[in-house]
């Protein structure tokens, strides 16, 4: 049989079974005239495609088998029109050149699986998915068993592409099951990124089943789970990405989830000078340019996301004034084998312990003995020494290079009257520049004026407009409240009808800790006057010992651009009193919790069932 039956339209009123296996139909299109229609099977047949609208009008359709059809085309949304509730579907034994994955996950309605057993399958999407936190998706069980994913995996296209977005699945309503058991995936950075997520996740979509990598080479044949649990030769290291675009001509490029870098390998090129462009990614970025021609070191617009830089064997001479300002997330610069003549006093801002100059030395005249004092600040790692070459041409290390500099005639009198207003200009210039830290040490010596009692432990200060703002809100909320600590935060806990300016200050002196979530502004987004004005309030309280604790949270945004609006935000980080919310150095919920004080508010009087 080469098409359906011409008059099977004619028997849409008691047709409730039909199954045409086994033929060589090629079209199925109006079928949906059964509209009483139970059960459709098809399979064997060389059905070409299948649309939107081909199942359309059979309310009643519970039962449709695809299987082995070999079909080449599946619009998105085949099985999820708003008359359709179909229960079971197999389309077991095909080769998807593209599936779209609102054909596998779609906003709930009774069904018990849908079946790709055996496939071959590249995921991909046409339309982004516009999830919200009101609605449910799924409902049954996807069987993906035995079958080989070409693409990322399927939760990549309906989340996202990080472990930020991914992290966000669990706000959703996801109901039912996806079995991936003997699944074959390819096992590159996405992956990686899925497995990073978090063991709930792990547990969910992975835990007791096989999945078995087939790409990259030296990952096939792999077990995903034995190397999630580094059971294995291959760890989470080994789950990395090849970047194509944008990768610097003759360099490699490759992203390392569970190491959050980039690594670029520019190493042995016969490079002159940095690249002038990188891949655009979200993770630290690590660049080996070692054993090239680069003499003269120029600033890129990329410099500011190295945290390691490697220019070793390279005999660079220059490296220009502008260059040392912007690697302000460096933690490695590697320049064994320069020619530097001297050293620009722009380096003074970075860590002298995380530089390694090598055994070549740089002139140091007395003019430059603020090396010494830069030098001798950083002890992280003192076997990275820094060769100096004095006025008398005595080679020596930086920390004793500048010993004759000192004066030794006795015209002392002259030299005073010239030291000591430079010392008071010093002072001066100290006292302004530290005048925040020397308030916090006068902090540390004054009595604690704190309460016996409070309202709450924690009042948390954001810019209530902004919606990523909010949820990183909730999320601490939720944290805190389950270690015991009270938490006030005004978009979740103020009452309506509050007058707002009373609210906010009179919760913020019955409170222990303030932690203000500091947003960068955009456009009219970003924190605004009233967090700007609360801010400052908070910050007087803490001064004068009327509340115990002051946490503030980079949401967004450089630290320079928080520190011009907010002026004492440098000294509270020298006291360890400032975090970055995507810092991966660090678990900022723990580093916050280790600020606190115990938390003594034992009454729960604010609770979160408006946050579901």
Request: hydrophobic fraction near 35%; charged fraction near 20%.
């Amino acid at each position: 049989m080469n098409a359906l039956p011409k008059n099977i339209c004619e028997y849409n009123n008691t047709l409730v079974s039909v199954v045409l296996t086994g033929n060589k139909i090629q079209s199925i299109e109006g079928v949906n005239c059964m509209w009483h229609l139970d059960t459709l099977d098809l399979s064997q047949n060389p059905v070409s495609s299948i649309s939107n609208t081909t199942f359309s009008g059979m309310p009643n359709l519970r039962v449709l088998v695809l299987a082995d059809t070999n079909i080449q085309r599946l619009e998105p949304n085949s099985f999820s029109n708003f008359d359709t509730e179909i229960f079971l579907t197999d389309l077991s034994g095909n080769n998807f050149k593209s599936l779209d994955v609102t054909n596998i996950f779609f906003e709930r309605r009774p069904y018990c699986n849908i079946t790709l057993s055996r496939c071959n399958i590249s995921f991909s999407i046409a339309n982004s998915l516009d999830l919200s936190l009101n609605k449910s998706y799924g409902g049954g069980e996807v069987l993906l068993t035995d079958s080989v994913i070409n693409s990322f995996h399927p939760f990549t296209y309906i989340f996202g592409d990080s472990q930020e977005k991914l992290k966000q699945m669990y706000k959703y309503n996801i109901f039912g099951r996806y079995t991936f058991n003997k699944l074959n995936v390819s096992c590159d950075c996405m992956m990686g990124e899925l497995l990073l997520v978090g063991e709930e996740f792990f547990e969910k979509f992975f835990s007791g089943e096989l999945y078995y990598c087939t790409s990259p080479d030296h990952m096939k044949g792999i077990d995903v789970q034995q190397a999630y649990n580094d059971t294995s030769p291959i760890t989470m290291d080994m789950f990395v990405c090849h970047k194509q675009s944008f990768c610097p001509r003759l360099c490699s490029c490759i992203e390392q989830p569970n190491r959050f870098r980039l690594m670029v390998d520019c190493s042995n090129r016969n490079l002159t000078s940095l690249p002038s462009y990188l891949p655009q990614t979200i993770y630290d970025i690590e660049l080996n340019c070692s054993n090239n021609l680069i003499k003269d070191v120029q600033p890129v617009n990329y410099l500011n996301n190295l945290t390691v830089l490697d220019l070793s064997g390279n005999q660079v001479s220059h490296i220009s004034d502008s260059v040392p300002p912007e690697l302000e997330r460096l933690e490695t610069l590697i320049l064994t084998g320069h020619e530097l003549h001297r050293l620009s006093r722009e380096f003074v801002n970075l860590d002298a312990g995380k530089i390694w100059f090598g055994q070549n030395s740089i002139s140091c005249p007395c003019d430059d003995i603020w090396i010494e004092s830069w030098r001798k600040v950083s002890k992280e790692n003192e076997s990275n020494v820094l060769m100096c070459e004095t006025e008398s041409g005595y080679i020596s290390q930086a920390e004793e290079a500048f010993i004759e500099c000192l004066p030794t005639d006795s015209s002392g009198p002259f030299w005073l009257l010239f030291i000591l207003p430079c010392v008071l200009l010093a002072g001066l210039l100290i006292a302004h520049v530290f005048r925040f830290d020397f308030l916090l040490f006068k902090r540390r010596l004054q009595k604690p004026k704190c309460k016996s009692e409070y309202t709450s432990d924690i009042f948390i200060l954001c810019d209530e407009e902004n919606e990523d703002v909010l949820k990183v809100v909730i999320d601490f909320v939720l944290h805190f409240e389950n270690q015991g600590y009270q938490c006030f935060a005004p978009p979740l806990h103020g009452l309506p009808g509050d007058v707002r300016e009373d609210m906010l200050y009179n919760n913020i002196r019955n409170c222990r800790s303030i932690l203000a979530i500091l947003s960068l502004p955009e456009g009219n987004h970003g924190d605004t006057d009233e967090v700007v004005t609360v801010m400052n309030h908070a910050w007087k309280l803490y001064l004068s010992n009327k509340i115990e604790n002051l946490v503030a949270v980079i949401f967004d945004g450089k630290f320079s651009e928080q520190k011009s609006r907010f002026p004492y935000l440098s000294s509270l980080n020298r006291f360890n009193r400032v975090f970055k919310v995507r810092s991966r150095k660090y678990d900022i919920k723990r580093k916050i919790r280790e600020t606190l004080p115990f938390p003594t508010c034992v009454n729960n009087v604010h609770k979160l069932e408006n946050l579901s």
